[in-house]
């Protein structure tokens, strides 16, 4: 189909039951400048092809490219709002992006394993497990005392057992509703757990007060295929237990990073994100500008 002019426009295809509501669609995304240009069905549905006139003349303003990006990553309405509201000096899309986040979310690295004190905690299947792998790999002598509480599932301590047995550590079993006084009271020490559901207030209380007998900082894990909504819970829970930061696990077959930026903006600080199940490769460090590059990249690559 020739489209009217010679001039770069927007052409958005919308999914509708018919052409009457692709034109009502239209009307309601793209305003009066909508112009139906293709209106057509196929086994997934009815289309509708729109160009905004107004395209022409507008090109997309940089805090529009921002929005339409942390959009599409499901990010907290509230951050997206925050973000592009910020009296910031004209300037591109990278940097308005760039620039908000470091304004408005928190990143801080975790410690070396082998000088902190740190327990993981998150839903099943979150990666602890893997995590506290990558960490205990990490970092020179003394190595760190590796504890778990996940100690009724079948599997739960061998799993950990076989990660660690390369390094030559023995992980060491803990009842998380009885924390025995044995752990020691000082040095290294990293601390698997259970996976927990986001609305467990018991087990939540249960790893604070782990964390508070043995002096571990309780660490959130979370997939990055998480739901953002789920990911918000989860962070208030980890944060009522004194968490103070987020690793996201899963980059590397994640399309939306709609968890992550919930758990930040929750008030966790990112600490850095897993991008393989190989425990032998570390954690990915997370800086406002490696994070704005994958928001854009995901967001312009992954869009269809
Ligand atoms: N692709 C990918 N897979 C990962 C990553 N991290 C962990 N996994 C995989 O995710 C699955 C769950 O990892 P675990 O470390 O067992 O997760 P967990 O949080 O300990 O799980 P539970 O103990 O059951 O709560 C495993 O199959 C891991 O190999 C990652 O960064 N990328
Ligand atoms: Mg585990």
């Given amino acids: ?9 927007r052409l958005k295809f919308l999914p509708a039951d018919d052409s009457r509501e692709a034109a009502f669609r239209a009307a309601v995304q ?14 997934d549905g009815h289309f509708a092809g729109l160009i905004d006139c107004d395209a022409q003349r507008q090109p997309m303003s940089s805090a529009d490219v921002v929005e339409d990006a942390l959009n599409f990553h499901d990010a907290p309405p509230r951050l997206v709002h ?14 308005l992006l760039e620039s908000g986040l470091k304004a408005l979310l928190k990143f801080s690295a975790l410690p070396q394993a082998d000088r902190s004190r740190l327990m993981l905690v998150g839903p099943p299947a979150a990666g602890k497990t893997t995590l506290i792998g990558k960490l205990a790999a990490r970092g020179t002598t003394p190595v760190a005392r590796v504890l778990t509480t996940d100690i009724d599932r079948p599997g739960g301590v061998e799993q950990l057992a076989e990660f660690l047995a390369v390094l030559g550590i023995d992980p060491e079993k803990i009842d998380l509703m009885a924390p025995d006084v044995s752990v020691p009271a000082t040095g290294p020490l990293l601390i698997d757990t259970a996976g927990l559901d986001a609305a467990d207030a018991e087990g939540f209380a249960a790893m604070g007060r782990l964390a508070a007998v043995t002096g571990a900082e309780p660490v959130l894990v979370i997939p990055a295929i998480l739901d953002a909504g789920e990911a918000r819970i989860f962070a208030q829970s980890a944060l009522a237990i004194g968490a103070k930061r987020v690793v996201v696990t899963r980059l590397d077959i994640a399309r939306r990073l ?26 990915k460090p997370l800086s406002a ?7 854009l990249e995901l967001a312009i690559t992954k869009q269809s």
């Fill in 1 to 9: 189909m020739a489209l009217p002019g010679a001039l770069p426009m």
């Fill in 82 to 95: 925050r973000l592009i509201e910020r009296k910031v000096r004209k300037t591109d899309s990278f940097h």
């Fill in 289 to 295: 500008t490696v994070l704005t590059n994958h928001i």
């Fill in 30 to 43: 793209l305003g009066p400048s909508a112009m139906l240009v293709a209106d057509d069905a196929n086994e």
């Fill in 258 to 283: 709609g968890a992550l930026l919930a758990a930040a903006d929750a008030g966790l600080a990112i600490a850095g994100g897993s991008v393989t199940q190989h425990f032998a490769f570390g954690l």
